[in-house]
């Protein structure tokens, strides 16, 4: 957080990490973790990063009973959500049909050029939006996310 400019000790209770150990956890358990977290703290929003382990342990009908059950009680209680994944945006729709749950779906990916690597950006979703789906390099510095445009 401090090589970013945030201080936790300023944020207080504004700010809240916790993090789980996704082997030690069942379906039933993330339900809980859940509800317990919206009910305790009464966030405006929440992050999950990353998704990934829950996707690898949890069965798949299992990891979309509680993708939709997140969708669920997030609208219900108006919260914006950020998922992060490592896995590529069309292997886990085919995973999860998850694009039929978000609202908007940013891909930040790695590509070779000669002997580097450099990093894109690509909307691939903004439900009720027309966006550009062109993909545009990115560089993040110590002053942020610069976008070629």
Not at 56 to 74: A, E, G, K, S, T
């Given at each position: ?59 798949r009908q299992d990891f979309i009973f509680f993708l939709r059950y997140l969708q669920l009680i997030c609208k219900q209680r108006g ?59 990115f560089e993040i510095t110590g002053s942020g996310m610069n976008v070629q445009t």
């Amino acid at each position: 957080m401090k090589s970013i400019g945030l201080d936790q000790q300023k944020l207080g209770d504004k700010f809240i990490i916790d993090y789980y150990v996704p082997e030690a956890l069942t379906p039933l358990h993330y339900h809980a973790l859940l509800r317990e977290m919206l009910d305790l703290h009464e966030p405006t929003v929440i992050a999950l990063d990353s998704i990934t382990a829950m996707q690898r342990l949890l069965l798949r009908q299992d990891f979309i009973f509680f993708l939709r059950y997140l969708q669920l009680i997030c609208k219900q209680r108006g919260l914006t959500v950020f998922l992060t994944s490592t896995y590529g945006a069309i292997e886990a729709n085919k995973e999860t049909e998850i694009s039929t749950l978000a609202d908007n779906i940013v891909i930040l990916r790695y590509f070779e050029i000669k002997d580097t690597m450099g990093r894109e950006i690509v909307i691939l979703k903004t439900r009720g939006s027309a966006h550009d789906k062109k993909a545009v390099s990115f560089e993040i510095t110590g002053s942020g996310m610069n976008v070629q445009t």
